[in-house]
């Protein structure tokens, strides 16, 4: 028989799987290509009214922004399979607790990871060879979006709350709000008020917040299960204990695959700014040419975490194969327009002939990763939706650190291709990461972790199986 299901909640474990999970992943999907715009949009306008020197520092600068995002974006996931199977097995009461301890949880980090940073952002600057062209940008744009973190936390773990109770389509709409508030403060910032990559980070830190008090304000206004007051947030040692359990593999994992594209960064710096600008322009681009892949995988890691709370893990094995198919389609095509229009896609940050000359190198090389994501990403986000954390981390661990940065460092500097060669990196690791995965999803393991235990007494007079993960 089909669940009730109250507004804010959707059911994923019946119905049709592939229409399912297009319904779901579109909104995802458009979501994480509008927030990328919030990085890209200040490049580009960075790069288009400062120049080179000023673009490097805002890629440099949001390096390291992302490894301390990273860290927020692994325990919100901990979170988004947590719910998601409570919610499959029925457990209201289980979903309140996991999300009051969710938020407390990442409160208490957000202060840490505002302050620990701040103390040490200008030695990390130089550690990773900032060019001293680009070093004060560099700085400013990190020390701003660092006092933003809470923001940062705050609409993520929204987010993942929303999208473990089923909901992909108000996140999209928060914040698509949000994006056009950056775009225009960028604008005013960067191009009026000649602020730079200060203006450019104040820009995005604004819009952040904007994103997270929209979700908090709608939740309010619609009966959320969690109501936002101060008695309910607070720490339930078993449910935190599952979050951290979950999390903390997906958060080291996150932040070993930033620590591997930091080197990259530091490596690139060596090679002067302009090396460095092209490399920035080109991890953006990447950001969006992998978006459908991400989107796909965490879509698959909801679904199938609902699906395997429910007992139906055929469901969770045709979400994993239909996403595959869905987010190739759409990853051969990007490929082959930025093999056929490089300099095209470069130009949209900077004219400077030597930037894009350097950035095509890269960019041709480092393409091929496209042809290989969406198996990773898709098998990646199933075994996530089980619970799988631990594997998801060794596999991202040896991909990124014994697969990545000797790549890079072997085609790039020892065999003297250069950037050609340091854009081979990523293909080469994520090679590693699929044989991996695939050894492990056909060896059958990652549906025998998550299971279903009898719990006398939980969820305060709800069915008392709890969905632990062993």
């Known amino acids: 028989m089909a669940q009730i299901m109250p507004k804010l909640e959707t059911n994923l474990v019946e119905g049709h799987v592939g229409k399912k999970l297009i319904k779901f992943a579109l909104p995802f999907l458009l979501s994480n290509l509008i927030q990328s715009l919030y990085s890209i949009a200040d490049m580009i306008i960075v790069g288009q009214f400062n120049g080179t020197a000023a673009m490097s520092g805002v890629n440099i600068g949001s390096q390291i922004t992302l490894l301390v995002t990273n860290l ?42 505002t302050v620990v940073p701040l103390a040490i ?48 389509k ?52 619609n ?37 591997s594209f930091l ?39 909801a679904m199938s975490a609902q699906n395997l709370g429910a007992g139906e893990i055929g469901r969770a094995k045709k979400t994993m194969g239909i996403g595959m198919l869905i987010s190739m389609s759409m990853s051969v095509v990007i490929f082959a327009l930025v093999q056929l229009f490089p300099e095209f896609c470069l130009k949209l940050f900077d004219n400077d002939a030597a930037m894009i000359a350097s950035g095509v190198q890269y960019l041709r090389s480092f393409s091929f990763d496209y042809l290989l994501v969406p198996f990773q990403f898709s098998m990646m986000g199933l075994f ?36 050609s060669g340091i854009g081979l990196g990523a293909p080469v690791a994520t090679a590693v990461g699929v044989t991996l995965s695939l050894i492990f999803y056909l060896s059958g393991r990652w549906k025998k972790m998550t299971i279903i235990h009898k719990i006398n007494g939980d969820n305060h007079g709800e069915d008392s199986s709890n969905l632990l993960i062993s």
């Not at 009966?223 to 080291?252: A, Q, W």
């Not at 710096?269 to 969006?288: C, D, I």
């Open 170 to 221: 108000n996140p999209l709409i928060f914040v698509s709000i949000a994006c056009i508030v950056n775009v225009f403060g960028d604008l005013l910032l960067v191009a009026v008020f000649h602020m730079g990559a200060a203006g450019a980070a104040i820009a995005t830190v604004f819009s952040q917040a904007i994103s997270m008090f929209l979700c908090v304000i709608y939740l309010k206004k």
């Open 384 to 419: 996530i939706g089980s619970g799988h954390t631990t594997f998801t981390l060794l596999n991202s661990a040896v991909a990124s650190l014994l697969a990545r940065i000797p790549a890079c460092y072997i085609f790039g500097i020892t065999l003297g291709y250069g950037l």
């Open 263 to 301: 080197f990259l960064t530091a490596l690139v710096n060596t090679l002067g700014v302009t090396a460095s600008a092209a490399v920035g322009a080109v991890a953006k681009l990447n950001g969006f040419a992998i978006l459908p892949a991400i989107a796909m995988s965490s879509s698959i890691s």
């Open 223 to 259: 009966n959320f299960v969690f109501d936002f007051r101060l008695k309910s947030f607070g720490f339930h040692p078993e449910r935190l204990k599952m979050i951290l359990k979950i999390g903390i593999p997906t958060s080291i994992q996150n932040t070993l695959v930033s620590v």
């Open 72 to 113: 927020v974006l692994g325990l919100s996931v901990g979170g988004t399979v947590l719910i998601a199977q409570y919610l499959g097995a029925g457990k209201r009461q289980a979903i309140k607790e996991t999300i009051g301890t969710l938020f407390t949880a990442l409160g208490v980090l957000a202060v840490i990871m």
């Open 121 to 168: 952002k200008e030695p990390l600057l130089r550690l990773i060879q900032t060019p001293q062209e680009s070093f004060a940008d560099a700085n400013s744009y990190f020390m701003i979006t660092t006092l933003g973190t809470i923001f940062i936390f705050g609409y993520n773990a929204l987010s993942a709350v929303m999208r473990g109770m089923g909901d992909s």
